[in-house]
Structure formats: C-alpha cells, structure tokens
C-alpha cells in the first residue's frame, strides 16, 4: 500500500477497495517495525490516528470524502496538534502539550487526514541535519550513517522509508528542499505568505513557510492544495485567492526557459552532484525547455546576511520562553532574572542558545546598523537579483545542497561549516520565493535533488515541471531497499 | 573578530542566557566565528539600498478594533509550570 501515489490511495479510498483504518494502521505497523532505527518520531499517536481514520471512514461512506481524505499524515514537531506534545525538539517544550491546533493542522484535520505522530527535527528548526534535536539524531532511511538533512529531518525520512504517505514541513533556510534532496523526496517551500503560520512554534517570521513533503511533485500539490489559504491570524498571511497548484501538472513544457546561474556550479559544489544536477536540466530540455544563462552575483552575500537576521529574529521569538507560561522551569529560582536565564540555559540546547545570542548581539546597541541594517540591505540586494534574473527565464535551476548528505557527527562542530551548505536555499528564503526539490539522481548512493525556484506565486509552474519530470523518470519512485 | 569574556558576559545578559565559566572560551571562541562569517558583508557597498524588512514589502493588515477571541485562559494555564487563582507564579519581585 506504501507504493501507491496519493491520487491511487484516494481512488482505493473512494471506491472502497481499502479503508482509511487499514491505510492508517498499515503506516503504524510500518512505524512500529522501522523507527526505532531511524528515530524520525518524536511521538507516535496511534490512538489519535485510528479514531481519525474511523472518521473518516465514516465520512467517505457518507460521500463527504475529499481527495485527501482517509490518508494519513505526519507533522513535524513543530506545528501545535491539540492535546499532543509539541515539543520542537527542545527540551524547553518537551512538557508541552498544545492547547490548539496549528492553522495547517486544522486545515487537514477538517479534510479528514489522520494524524500518525509528531517528526523529528533540528531543535527549534535551526540546523542542516536534524542532529541538534533533544531525542537525539534522525538517521538518513538511504544510509543510516549519514544525517537526513534538516531542520525538517523526520519528515524527509518518514516519506522516504514509506512511514507516512504525506508530511507537513516547515522552511526558513531550506529547511524542506535539503532534507527532500538528502533524503530522495519531493518537496516545495511556497511563496512567503501562502501558507499560515498560524500554531507554527516561530523560529524566524520573516522567513518561516510551511509546506509539503511528499514522494511525488503530483502528491505535493493535491497537498499544497489542501494547506494553503489566507488566514487572518497570520499577520501576513497573504489575501489572496488560493489557486489549484495541480491545475497546471500536465502542460507541456515546450518552450520553458530555465535560467542556469553560472554562479551555482562554481567552485564547492560536489563534481558528482553538479553531473546530476546537469543530467536533469539535460532531461527537462528534452521536454521542450530550452536553457538560457542568468546571473545572481550576489549569492555569496545571501548567507552571512540570513545568518544574522534568522537569529535576530529568533532572539527576540525566544523570548517568549521564560519559564512562567509555558515550557521548562528551573527549581528553585532564587529571583525573577534567576528564573529566566536558569530556564533558558537549561532548556535550549547549544545551537538555539548560539543563535539567540547572537541575534541579541547583532541588534545591540552599537551594531544594528554594521550588522542587522547592512544584512536587510543585502536581503533586497539578493531579491533583486532574481527580480532580474527572471526577466530573462521562466524559472531557476540548480543544485539544492553543494554536497549529498554528510555523516552523522561530521559537522556538529563546524557551525560556520555548516551554515555555508545553505547557499543554494537561502537566498530564496530572504527572496520569499517559492523552490521546489525533486530527486535527480545518487552520488555515493545517497540522493540529490534538483532545485527549481520561480517567480512568487509559480508554485503551480514548478509542480508541472517536476511531475513532468517525474513522468520520463523514476527517482521519486526509488526506496531504500530495506524498507521497500 | 574575536569575542573576549567580557563580551561573552554581556551577551549573556542580552539574551538572558547563562554562560558557566568553564563554557565561557568556547562559547566565545564559535561566536567570533560566526561574527567573522558576518564581516564579508562589510566590504558590500549599499550606500543607496533601502532596507528589506518582509519579502513581498507587505505592510501590516489592519482590522475593526473588535474583541474576537474567546477567553480560555484554563486551557493555556494548563500548560504553565505554576499558577495560582488564575494568577502565573514568579519568584516575588517586590520586597
């Protein structure tokens, strides 16, 4: 049952061939059998999960069912689900019990989407390997030494070793279109503003998009269908009206002018992952595309300029957790300020305490303007960048990560390291573009996607190109061999 | 840019966060990292560039000043570590 795309399982659903019960508890005895060694849950709910899937068993009979209805899916940790842990990894809201439901979560609860658990993912969001999680490390279902990319990690493994047919994810640096490239999967980060953030535990507002993970471009956009919307409770959530994001899946692509950035296959990029990123380019010519080259000569600036207002951002998100309201409280506080900071050393781990810190400092008294004012300068120095490369194409194309997966531990240490291997997905975090990441190929058999970002609002153009890639391919159709 | 103690010491501050002496080195020695990533930016000219503060230059949406959420201040104190008669608990603040 794990094979099947979306559109098969709700055509069994709807005809009643299966149940939404049997669907739901085939996933659960999936997680039961694999996660231990992939550790992609932070919680399983299988209580939860089965009474949902009666409901909508009971919905589909009625003839209520909609396409996603009866299939069941796994949120990352960080999206508040009523009455289940949220914990985002942390130690700070490993206690923490949400008291509503997240904007997404309401969305696809109303469509009648089970809800199988809670994924792994780096503390807070702020990682590339999923490694800094409280739990521990989610593992790679490719390759159980390598990391499965970050923050969104869990979610990535759990679509890839077939635990969950759909998963929610969230995006502020790349944070979907690594770990679907790490991890062989499709995933989309929309426009900024599509998607509410709305229960989403905040990391850095300005950049957080939440969006689908799935094996498939097609399964993306039934998805992204299903999570989008404005929402008056996200100051800004877009007003506009939500296109069908699969209207478009099966035009053709002649004609299509992908722009290739000289500057994305330069020096750091893996020998073996520019051969892949090519082939696919080469691919999508063959539908018709033509490529033409563009220029964003200033990439190299997009990543020191996120990494300082990412955590500007979160020093002052953070905040919120003082230990009064909700979270970790230290014992015995011997005062107020005693309270806050024993709370917060306790509860955050090393990066998230790393960021906070050097958020505070980068919006000090005396530095604003070297630091925080230059970086916002050089966000719409980035911005314009594509602006103007889109002048000349339909869409971007390129590598997602310079490298495939790494190994567990291999950059733990290496903060700067680490940061600088968001090149490729940052800058359409600080553009509040919308990027695509589909499975191109292997290097050392560990997966490597394509990345195809286009102007705001071409969520719809980037599903038709991968689904139409995803029709002369079959990466997105590989799974691991042990948890086929 | 290299981060001593006393910076260490004032950041801790800011952030509220504590920083014990025997992590103070290393703490600084990985900030300075991360501030050495920061200075490539300098040499950036952006002399007649406007800041950007949201992706889409949105402004803030306003709406009627009307009361629209409903009070369940039990269910959120459900999740606070102490509270007493409706009222979150601290450490006293005024002798």
Known sequence: MHNLTIKQMSEKLHAGEITSVQLTQHYLDRISQYDAELNAFVTVTPELAISMAEAADKMLAAGNGELLTGIPIAHKDIFCTDGVK????????????????AYVVEKLKKVGMPILGKTNMDEF???????????????????????????SGGAAAVISAGLAPMATGTDTGGSIRQPASFCGITGIKPTYGSV?????????????????????????????????????????????ETPDFAAELNQPLKGLKIGVPAEYFGEGLDSGVEDVVRNAIAEVEKLGAETVEVHLPNKDLAVPSYYVLAP???SSNLSRFDGVRFGHRCEAPKDLEDLYKRSRSEGFGAEVKRRIMVGAYALSAGFYDAYYLKAQKLRRMVRDDFTKAFESCDVIMGPVAPSPAFNIGEKSDDQVSMYLSDLYTIPVNLAGLPGLSVPAGFVNNRPVG???????????????IGHQYQQVTDWHKQMPEQYQ | MSLGKTEVEYISRLAAIEVNESEVNDVAAKLSNILDLFSQMQATDTENVSPMAHPLDQVQRLRPDVVTAVDQH??????????????????????
């Open chain 1, 312 to 314: 500007a951002e979160a």
């Open chain 1, 196 to 240: 509410s953030r709305f229960g989403i535990v905040a990391y850095a507002s300005s950049f957080d998009q939440a969006g689908p993970m799935t094996r498939s471009a097609e399964d993306a956009a039934w998805m992204l269908n299903a999570m989008a919307g404005f929402d008056e409770r996200d100051s800004t959530s877009l007003e506009r």
């Open chain 2, 74 to 95: 039990e269910k959120l104190q459900s999740v606070a570590p102490k509270v007493e008669n409706d009222l979150y608990l601290v450490p006293q603040v005024i002798e």
């Open chain 1, 86 to 101: 949220t914990s985002c990894s942390s130690k700070m809201l490993d206690n923490f019990i949400a008291p509503y439901d």
């Open chain 1, 125 to 151: 969001a702020m990682g590339s390997t999923s490694e800094s999680s409280y739990y521990g490390p989610t593992k790679n279902p490719w390759d159980l030494n390598a990391v499965p990319g970050g923050s």
């Open chain 1, 450 to 464: 394509l990345h195809i970002v286009g102007p705001y609002f071409s969520e719809a153009k980037l599903l038709n």
